[in-house]
């Protein structure tokens, strides 16, 4: 049977094929048919849902047989869909690279321990590269490392103003005059991902979805903020104060250790821009706890290379591919600077001035209706640092307010070799310290 089957199978080919010579032979006795014939089981297919066999793109022309990628257009679209894919990396990590590059800046000071802190006991400067941080605050800073040292106490002084961030620079908790203590000072707990360990009374407990968290204060300095006296006595304060150690250690905890930043040229903490920035985000996925992120950002990272457990070894080809793309990450992030693609970043909302703001309409979770505001957190984390409410919450003694330009009132970028004169409204809503800034703006830092 089977074998009959076959053989009129090819009967009916031959009968066809056969059919066909005539019909060829005699094309002036006999009309061609031009047609697609219908037969009884066609079914009308719409060309929107066809590919022709040749299409143009801006990448190039694509080829196709029947629908088949020919040529080389499986190489051009591979390359094409590598490079986006590297660029949305780029864009969509730079937190996680900003942050990693603030933690390396504390270790290559050898600064590894969580009660090793940084203080600018005369205040900020531009020694330091520190993205956009100022010369009227006492920044402090530390970073806990909950896989090594599981769960964490902060003793937080009297008057300060504390964060603690995630690695991926999302907000955790305030501590001190926005946090649950007031300013007053208190114990603060951290526990790390997935912990199911006890929890003590006592302590104002907060989770972490990172190991790696950033422990950062800011000091008042009351009085006049350029007298040494009053600088001091805010710094003696913090170092006489603050206590960081782990849990298991509440006992006998380590003994603090304070280095001063003002005035420490080589300390960087601008994340890179080249193709180091991919070995960066390789680092932090091999350091980070399972579901520090959502699948979608580790899809990203894994789609050009970057997965937990294996190696990061581009070959030529990808390693070229992520060079160009980080270089087009990297002008994206400084076009979106100056002329933000969110029009939330923009201060004034009746008229169009070269005035913008980090927080894109007051923001701090960079998510409106539901979706991700993803060119206003590119904005905040590619130019400065700090990820709370309180940094938008505009109410004197509790919260911040900033506004920054890197163009003058005629849309052209600010020359340090020229003049200009900065108009400012009176009665400023200032309860502790206000400040005008000049940044370099290849470093976003002082």
């Not at 986006?84 to 990590?93: C, D, H, L, S, Y």
């Not at 991902?193 to 003590?200: I, N, Q, R, T």
């Not at 340090?416 to 976003?444: E, M």
Request: glycine share 8%.
């Amino acid at each position: 049977m089977k074998a009959g089957r076959i053989f009129k199978t090819v009967l009916s080919i031959l009968v066809v094929c056969s059919l066909a010579v005539p019909v060829s032979a005699s094309a002036t006795k006999t009309k061609m048919i031009t047609q697609t014939p219908k037969m009884k089981m066609t079914t009308p297919i719409p060309e929107k849902v066809t590919t022709p066999n040749k299409v143009e793109t801006s990448i190039g022309t694509l080829e196709f047989f029947d629908g088949v990628p020919i040529g080389k257009t499986k190489e051009m679209l591979y390359d094409f869909v590598d490079r986006g894919r590297a660029v949305e990396v780029f864009i969509n990590m730079t937190p996680a690279a900003s942050m990693y590059s603030l933690r390396q800046g504390h270790r290559d000071l050898g600064l590894t321990e969580s009660n090793q802190i940084l203080i600018a006991e005369q205040l900020g400067d531009s020694k330091p590269l520190v993205l956009t941080w100022n010369n009227t605050s006492l920044y402090t800073w530390g970073f806990l490392d909950l896989k090594k040292d599981g769960p964490t106490v902060i003793e937080l002084p009297p008057d300060v103003l504390g964060i603690l961030d995630d690695m991926y620079f999302r907000y955790i908790s305030d501590m001190g005059a926005a946090g649950p203590d007031r300013g007053k000072g208190g114990k603060y707990l951290v526990l790390p991902p997935g912990y199911k360990g006890d929890v003590p009374d006592g302590y104002y407990v907060v989770k972490s979805r990172t190991y790696c968290v950033w422990n950062f204060m800011r000091g008042y300095v009351r009085g006049n903020v350029q007298d040494p006296a009053n600088i001091k006595k805010a710094a003696d304060n913090i170092k006489a104060n603050l206590k960081v150690y782990p849990l298991a250690k509440k006992n006998n905890p380590p003994k603090m250790q304070f280095k001063n930043m003002s005035g420490l040229a080589g300390y960087n903490t601008i994340m890179p821009n080249d193709f180091s920035f991919y070995e960066v985000l390789n680092e932090i996925v091999q350091e980070e706890a399972d579901g520090w992120l959502d699948p979608e950002l580790l899809g990203q990272m894994r789609a050009i290379g970057i997965v937990k457990g294996q190696p990061f070894n581009p070959d030529a080809r990808m390693k070229k591919i992520l060079t160009d793309a980080v270089a087009i990450g990297n002008a994206y992030a400084r076009v979106n600077t100056v002329y933000p693609k969110d029009p939330g970043n923009y201060i004034y909302k009746d008229k169009h001035t070269e005035w913008v703001m980090a927080y894109p309409e007051k923001d701090t979770y960079f998510e409106k209706d539901g979706a991700r505001r993803m060119d206003g957190r590119l904005w905040m984390h590619y130019n400065a640092v700090c990820v709370t409410p309180a940094m938008a919450l505009t109410r004197p003694g509790a919260g911040s307010d900033y506004m920054i330009t890197g163009l003058d009132s005629r849309g052209r970028p600010l020359d340090g070799a020229k003049t200009y004169k900065l108009h400012l409204p009176p009665n400023f809503p200032v309860k502790d310290n206000w400040s005008v800034t000049i940044y370099d703006p290849q470093t976003r830092s002082m």
